[in-house]
């Protein structure tokens, strides 16, 4: 039974080697807790009253009061477990900074619990950051701005230029100049082997018969 009920409810030992503030800062936290339950209490008994109103004489406004009484039940209740898991339980695990931050959404949520569990956790609030800011190391300073600047890349790598290939026209034209090609013969036939050769060849190289013959 113990067990069960400190899974919802903080205990309300604090850990001796907490730092002063802190102590102080998670005693007003449990408070909170309590006051979330107390609270859901509350609403629970204005929902019912408010619904047993309206059933019997009507009326909007005891409608509305009750349906939203049965709201805020809902956002206590589970603002007092979460407020355990966030803020107590980050405390005694020593995260005194996710104490600190998630205190201040539940201050907005307090609001619901009448505003006195958002007054216990505005204290629970300064409480642990004032333990944050003395245990700070002397003379720690955050970056202020335009102290860090970053410097200006260097030049990117750039692969040198390939040549373009040389077109294969103008290689062919330089080919051509350094070998100049003979020019065409004119041919003749040989009447007697039918063999064609040039005409400047006075007799058929085949069968040796005059070119006058061929």
């Known amino acids: 039974m113990n067990s069960t009920l400190n899974t919802f409810i903080a205990s309300g030992n604090t850990p001796p080697w907490l730092p002063r503030e802190v102590a102080e800062g998670r005693r007003y936290a449990w408070w909170a807790q309590l006051m979330f339950l107390l609270a859901a209490l509350i609403w629970f008994v204005v929902a019912i009253v408010e619904i047993t109103f309206y059933a019997v004489d009507g009326g909007i406004g005891r409608l509305g009061l009750g349906l939203f009484g049965f709201f805020a039940i809902v956002i206590c209740f589970m603002a007092s477990v979460f407020l355990k898991k966030t803020v107590l339980d980050a405390i005694d695990q020593g995260r005194f900074h996710d104490a600190k931050n998630d205190s201040l959404v539940w201050i907005f949520i307090g609001l619901f619990g009448f505003a006195l569990p958002s007054i216990l956790l505005?204290?629970?609030?300064?409480?642990?950051?004032?333990?944050?800011?003395?245990?700070?190391?002397?003379?720690?300073?955050?970056?202020?701005?335009?102290?860090?600047?970053?410097?200006?890349?260097?030049?990117?790598?750039?692969?040198?230029?390939?040549?373009?290939?040389?077109?294969?026209?103008?290689?062919?034209?330089?080919?051509?100049?350094?070998?100049?090609?003979?020019?065409?013969?004119?041919?003749?036939?040989?009447?007697?082997?039918?063999?064609?050769?040039?005409?400047?060849?006075?007799?058929?190289?085949?069968?040796?018969?005059?070119?006058?013959?061929?």
Not at 138 to 161: D, I
Not at 196 to 205: A, G, I, N, S
Request: hydrophobic share 30%.
């Open 122 to 214: 505005v204290l629970t609030y300064v409480k642990v950051g004032d333990a944050l800011t003395q245990q700070a190391p002397a003379g720690y300073q955050p970056y202020a701005p335009g102290t860090v600047t970053a410097q200006a890349p260097g030049p990117a790598y750039a692969p040198p230029p390939v040549p373009p290939p040389a077109q294969p026209a103008q290689q062919q034209t330089a080919a051509a100049a350094q070998h100049p090609q003979h020019q065409h013969q004119p041919m003749t036939r040989c009447k007697n082997c039918n063999v064609q050769f040039p005409m400047f060849m006075h007799t058929c190289p085949n069968c040796g018969a005059p070119k006058e013959q061929a």
